[in-house]
């Protein structure tokens, strides 16, 4: 089963099993929808039973975890859902875990290698595309640059300016 990450614990808070998340979402109430998580590393369902926002972090508390000593462990872990919990996204939104892995070509057909990751870089984000020699290229992921994803196809057409692949 493929998860996806939504948050990192960060530490607890209190003395009564709460912890301090990091939101690792573009639409935090999302925590708010979601009745159960998983936590890195542990297989049991986590029943949310409440979350509380402020301005850099999200608080939340877990059914049957109302103690610090129970949740001390779980620092550092990222809060997981699986591919039955996504919301559906808008058009010309994706996964990050959906753009990872596919092939990169320009709208001249030259291959240019595979998303190995994706920079938060401002107000857009920056697709790292590795080659087979282990080059890697930055493409900022905007329309000007990726006029193209097809998640059906397993690609990504890119449409470099100059000196942006060289």
């Known amino acids: 089963m493929k998860y996806l990450r939504i948050g990192k614990i960060l530490n607890t808070h209190g003395i ?15 925590f708010e929808e979601l009745k159960w998580i998983y936590i890195e590393d542990y297989k049991e369902k986590f029943h949310i039973k409440k979350v509380k926002y402020r301005p850099k972090d999200i608080l939340l508390s877990f059914e049957g975890y109302d ?7 779980f620092k550092g872990k990222y809060l997981l859902i ?4 996504k919301r559906e996204l808008p058009e010309d939104t994706y996964y990050i875990t959906d753009i990872i892995g596919l092939a990169v070509y320009t709208i001249a057909d030259q291959y240019l290698g595979t998303v ?19 080059k890697e290229v930055l493409i900022p992921a905007v ?5 193209e994803i097809s998640l059906e196809a397993g690609k990504i057409i890119v449409k470099p300016i100059e000196g942006m692949i060289e």
Do not use: C, H, M, W
């Not at 009564?16 to 999302?30: A, I, N, Q």
């Open 116 to 134: 190995v990751d994706i920079l938060q870089a401002g107000s857009n984000e920056v697709y790292v595309i590795k080659n087979k020699e282990g």
């Open 82 to 85: 699986d591919e039955s919990q």
């Open 67 to 73: 103690d610090i000593n129970k949740v001390e462990k």
């Open 16 to 30: 009564k099993g709460e912890v301090k998340v990091f939101s690792l979402t573009d639409y935090p109430e999302r």
């Open 143 to 147: 329309k000007e640059f990726v006029p």
